[in-house]
């Protein structure tokens, strides 16, 4: 006889298990709740939960931040146009140069257009310049657009295979696996903001990052607010890359947290607004901070 | 006396600590380690600026400069300064940023004195545009610790501040992809058996009609 | 949630016309059924068609 | 005894396609076959280097092409046959009858192209069942999946009557021909003498339900993938319903006016299909014409009226803009011009001509896919960013394929007439 039977086996086996795998989770969350950069903005709130379950698709074991909603504030009047944030971007997120312009696209438009009368998207259109000219150029100012993650984001509403979602925590994101190419989403978004892979990503080996998976042909993809870094504690590439900090990221639910004092501090304007999407991006044109 | 003991015994531990630490977290952050730059940089580094520029024959500097002598750096480089030619006049105005005998280009003087390796370059911007140096140390310009801040003659050339940005632009995003050209034979060749398969066609039902 | 109702608005005059003429007189077993029996086989085709065709297509797609 | 066989004769004529094939026919056939070969290796190109190789582009430039003009167009001229189909068996409308099977021939033809249309449009059509796997989840939502619904039910819905009514005509052939007798009996399945009566009451439901999927369909779910984004200025409207509705019944007859004249005349079917019909035909196409005129007459003027800045720029863009040409010559070539000449027709019977009618005939279907192509591109070129302007022309790779399903759709129908009978037999 011995002394314990193969069921009792069975189940200690199972509770050791499961054991392991519940230390190992307590282990990592003690370890990433160390580890918040300590960077000027602190997207995520100190007492971080993860929610258990649902692991989030894209090939990136993240998942939602419980009671978190992220966000972004870029200030336009800082913003020099010089795409560094559309590079960093670029290689953070592997996007191969068949996508083009990359997810973020920083307009550069004339400031002869009177704005306070109301200038017409026409002459917009004609005083723009998404060409990469050096830059800032006098009489010039830059308006940087990505997936603005609506809260209330058309291209969800139709897409008819459910492959972009959005998060709990904020984030509208893809499942590149579930997506048929039909582009119904790109026409439904009002920013421009997705992008197609009109043919096969041609990448080299070396220059892939492995936290970000590499989209095949056929498929739409967008910004993620760097989902994979976000979710734990670091900033999304582009705002790490600004050189003139015109760009935050944070949590807009945190009332202490910087995107919510600038919000709170700077008057603010979304785009598109009227078209009732509810994006999570919010501009401000504070300037720069040493113009005083 | 215990007290003073006992702070310049901290304060010389911390020295110590500080010194074999710095390195250490100087190469984890891929930096140059500062303390291994000294007046006479590293011949290292001077190779490697050679294997880029050319040859150590290509400079026609004293080959092996005794660190007295100052340099005459206008008699070879027609640097004009813009706005920096407050300065100083002539050599001068290069010694108030380089060290006025290190022909190597790798280090940089404060106007205390105190001689910085070039990759610190900002510190000394800081010497006359405190403001911006302030800004620039909060993470203005990129932020502490997650990548490296961008300094300030990334986009500002140091002889021409005002009129020049450098490098500042990333260059346009690569080009689209094109279609295949059409395959102009094949498509001949098919147009113009279509054309007789229908014409054929047309006529034989036209003949059958009337015979 | 609108699309339930657009569905529905499809959906439940088509299956209220076919009943009216599954009901009415003169009642027949027959045409019913094979009516019923075409459409249940066609939905059967179309999902196999689609499964099967993206399968074949899945062969020509750089993956 | 005289008079059962001139009916009999009457009725052998119209077994014409089934009796005889010619070489006219099959060289036709073989033209259209090598157009559908090109289409095919278009279409293994576009798979095979993805849709790069295409003119779309995103986010400056078209995101849908033609490719979607022609599922619109392929959607739309489903719908002319079934009408003229349920007049047939709604209204006893007995002069369109020997047009009904036709024009539900066309249907069928036209939802599998349009269908297919969808599937190359895709990126990732190998994944197209992901569409159905993920219906449930999705049908609360998507436009699309609504569409792809609707469509697949107006598609079964249509075969199913298809199939159904012609089983009467079957069944007296089933024993005069050899192979095809084969595919008549297996479709014979369950075949009694007295399902006829109840068969005639199916067409009667079954008209009514199509007809209301005709408006669900080309007057609700294709004018909503469009008419719900308020992303697209010129696309965002309510009126998108009749609009497109109007658009398919107008292409739709038309195409069926082709159809019959083109059977009428190479099966010498002058005795069955009166020039009358066509005249009849022509003034119903031209008032629908004429009213989808004025609807973009409204649409326009809707848009420059008020002036909001995105519809504007759209607006400028057909009327003078870098497709004006193309618009206006579309309005006044393509739309007013066949219509004043088939209502001219209706006005004074003695201008009546079949070859004028049939050309106004095409010249209008045409016109309508032009008119398709101003109402998905222009929309796309304009986004409400101001992203510099783009431009979108096809490249040969799209014509080809486009050219490709139009050539199947008609291979498809000469398949048919040559395996089913296209007209009903009259019953005197």
Redesign the interface.
């Known amino acids: 006889m011995s002394p314990i039977s193969r069921r009792q086996f069975i189940t200690y086996l199972v509770g050791a298990a499961g054991a392991v795998v519940l230390s190992t989770r307590v282990a990592q969350a003690a370890s990433k709740a160390g580890d918040v ?4 903005t602190d997207p995520v709130p100190a007492a971080r939960k993860k929610t258990p379950g649902k692991p989030v698709v894209d090939g990136v074991e993240t998942q939602a931040v419980a009671g978190a909603k992220f966000g972004m504030v870029i200030d336009c009047g800082a913003c ?5 944030c ?2 960093a971007c670029k290689t953070e997120n592997n996007t191969p ?2 996508i ?3 997810w973020i ?1 920083v ?1 550069g ?1 004339k400031n002869e257009v009177d704005l306070t009368g109301h200038a ?3 002459e ?2 004609q ?10 150029k006098p009489g010039m100012w830059y ?1 940087a ?1 990505q997936c603005n993650h609506c809260d209330n984001a ?1 291209c969800v ?7 972009t979602y959005k998060t709990e925590d904020g984030y509208v994101l893809m499942d590149y696996k ?7 989403c ?15 990503p041609k990448l080299d080996e070396k220059d892939i990052n492995p936290q970000v998976p590499v989209r ?5 993809e967008k910004c993620t607010f760097c989902v994979h870094r976000t979710r734990d504690g ?2 999304p590439r582009c705002v ?6 015109a760009r935050h990221f944070g949590n807009l639910n945190d009332p202490q947290s910087e995107v919510s004092r600038l919000l709170r501090s700077t008057p603010n304007f979304r ?2 607004e009227d ?1 009732n999407t509810e994006p999570s991006i919010r501009y401000i044109t504070r300037g ?3 113009t005083g | 006396m215990k007290w003073l003991t006992l702070v310049l015994g901290a304060a010389l531990f911390a020295a110590v600590a500080w010194l074999l630490v710095r390195p250490a977290l100087a190469a984890a952050s891929g930096e140059v380690p500062a303390a291994a730059v000294s007046a006479t940089a590293q011949p290292s580094s001077v190779d490697a600026n050679y294997a880029v520029y050319g040859t150590a024959a290509d400079y026609p500097h004293p080959a092996a400069p005794d660190g007295t002598a100052p340099l005459d750096c206008l008699s070879c480089h027609k640097q004009t300064l813009n706005y920096h030619d407050k300065l100083g006049a002539g050599n001068r105005a290069c010694y108030a940023c380089h060290v006025s005998t290190d022909w190597k280009m790798d280090t940089l003087q404060l106007p205390s004195g105190a001689v910085i390796p070039k990759d610190e370059s900002s510190q000394l911007c800081g010497q006359c545009h405190q ?2 140096y ?2 620039w140390n ?6 502490p ?3 490296a801040a ?1 300094p300030c003659i ?2 500002h050339n140091p002889h021409q501040p005002q009129v020049e ?1 450098l490098n ?10 094109t279609p295949p050209p059409l395959p102009k034979d094949l498509a001949i060749i098919l147009g113009i058996s279509v054309a007789c398969l229908i014409a054929g066609a047309i006529i034989l039902a036209r003949r059958r009609e009337n015979p | 949630m609108i699309g339930y109702i657009v569905i529905a608005m499809v959906l439940l005059p088509v299956i209220v016309l076919i009943g009216a003429f599954v009901l009415e007189k003169p009642r027949n077993f027959r045409v019913p059924a094979l009516l019923l029996g075409s459409l249940a086989a066609q939905t059967a085709f179309v999902f196999i068609f689609l499964a099967l065709f993206g399968l074949l297509l899945g062969l020509l ?3 | 005894m005289l008079r059962r066989t001139t009916i009999d004769q009457h009725q052998e004529s119209l077994l014409r396609p089934l009796l005889n094939t010619g070489r006219p026919f099959l060289m036709l056939c073989a033209a259209l076959a090598l157009i559908v070969g090109w289409g095919v290796y278009a279409w293994i190109i576009q798979l095979s ?4 190789v ?1 003119a ?5 430039g078209a ?2 092409g033609v490719y979607i003009v022609n599922f619109i167009f392929f959607a739309s001229m489903a719908h002319g046959g079934m009408a003229v189909s349920a007049a047939v068996h709604l209204l006893k409308a007995e002069k369109f009858k020997p047009l009904a099977r036709m024009g539900e021939v066309l249907t069928i033809v036209a939802v599998c192209m349009a269908g297919f249309s ?1 599937v190359i ?5 190998d ?2 069942f ?2 159905i ?2 219906w449930p ?2 049908v609360g ?5 609504w569409d ?1 619904t609707v469509i697949i039910l107006y598609f079964m819905l249509s075969l199913s009557f298809l199939w159904l009514t012609m089983r009467r005509d079957l069944a007296r052939l089933a024993d005069r021909f050899g192979i095809r007798g084969r595919l008549y009996k297996v479709m014979l399945i369950g075949y009694r003498q007295e399902e006829d009566k109840k068969i005639d009451r199916l067409a009667y439901w079954l008209s009514i339900a199509i007809v209301f999927l005709i408006v669900m369909l080309s007057g609700g779910v294709i004018p909503w ?1 469009f008419g719900l ?4 200025a010129g696309w965002f409207s309510s009126m998108a319903g009749p609009y497109f509705l109007t658009a398919a019944l107008a292409s739709s007859m038309a195409a069926v006016t082709i159809v019959a004249a083109v059977l009428r005349k190479i099966y010498g079917w002058q005795e069955h299909i009166k020039p009358d019909l066509f005249r009849t035909l022509g003034v119903i196409v031209a008032l629908i014409t004429a009213f989808y005129i004025y609807l973009s007459f409204t649409e326009q003027l809707t848009v420059n009226f008020a002036g909001p ?2 519809e ?2 759209v607006s ?1 863009l057909i009327l003078s803009g870098e497709l004006s040409p193309l618009y206006w010559g579309t309005m006044i070539g393509g739309f007013i011009l066949p219509t004043m000449l088939m209502l001219a027709q209706a006005i004074r019977p003695k201008w009546f001509s079949m070859t004028r009618t049939v050309i106004a005939a095409v010249v209008l279907v045409i016109a309508f896919w032009v008119k398709r192509f101003l109402i998905v591109v222009p929309s ?1 070129l304009r ?7 783009g431009t979108y022309s096809p490249t040969w790779i799209e014509w080809s394929i486009v050219a490709g399903t139009v050539a199947l759709a008609v291979l498809l129908y000469a398949v048919f007439i040559k395996v089913f009978p296209i007209v009903e037999a009259q019953e005197k």
């Open positions: 950069t300590q960077s000027r020099i146009g010089c795409r560094r559309q590079y140069d068949t083009s312009p990359a696209e307009f438009l017409s998207m026409e917009l259109r005083g723009a310049t998404t060409s990469y000219t050096e830059s800032p308006l657009t058309p509403q139709v897409c008819p295979t459910g492959a579930k997506c048929v190419g039909c582009r119904f790109v026409v439904a978004c009002p920013y421009n903001a997705r992008r197609f892979n009109w043919v096969p095949p042909v056929g498929v739409v670091k900033l790490e890359a600004c050189p003139v900090s785009l598109l078209l720069r901070k040493f | 403001d911006r302030n800004a909060e993470g203005t310009h990129g932020i610790g997650t990548v961008i990334a986009c940005f500042i632009t990333k260059p346009p995003m690569p080009p689209v992809h | 797609i750089p993956q | 280097q993805g849709l790069g295409t779309m582009r995103t986010p400056v995101t849908w969808i449009d895709m990126g990732r059509p994944r197209v992901n569409m796997l993920y989840g999705r939502e998507s436009p699309l999946t792809i993938i984004l308020p992303a697209q800045h995105g504007v720029a400028e796309l986004p409400l960013l101001p992203f510099p302007s």
